[in-house]
């Protein structure tokens, strides 16, 4: 019989905000950072803590109520989203405390956590 605790994980979306964080970073800079990011995000994974995630091109569509669709998101909007992740864990601040290892929060990147409902609303 085991003794080992088990622990049970949730999923976190991560929100990545401010698709233009980088504009001022010279060009050794941004791909420096973005090495970093990748190192540990691709640690992050084999950890089993990050499950993936896509950058999202800068144009889209927002719809406001059922008749108002604008161009957006906004290239000048520094809340903008610029792309997404999972994170694996057992609580918010479990899933907080793997964002902060984010090497781009050094250099202006925003993310935000939320947590992703287990149960489904109704109809879908």
């Known amino acids: 019989m085991s003794t080992q605790k088990e622990t049970t994980t949730s999923e976190y979306l991560v929100i990545c905000r401010g698709a233009w964080f980088d504009a001022e970073l010279s060009p050794e800079v941004k791909e420096n950072s973005m090495k970093q990011f990748n ?57 907080v405390e793997i964002a902060n290892g984010d090497p781009l929060l050094d250099y202006g990147h925003i993310v935000e956590i939320r947590p992703i409902l287990t149960e489904s609303a109704p109809g879908v």
Do not use: C, N
């Open 39 to 95: 190192a540990w995000f691709e640690r992050m994974i084999e950890q089993g803590k990050l499950k993936g995630g896509r950058q999202l091109r800068p144009e889209g569509k927002v719809i406001f109520g059922r008749k108002s669709v604008t161009d957006g998101p906004f290239a000048e909007s520094k809340e903008g989203v610029a792309g997404y992740w999972f994170i694996q864990a057992a609580t918010l601040e479990e899933a």
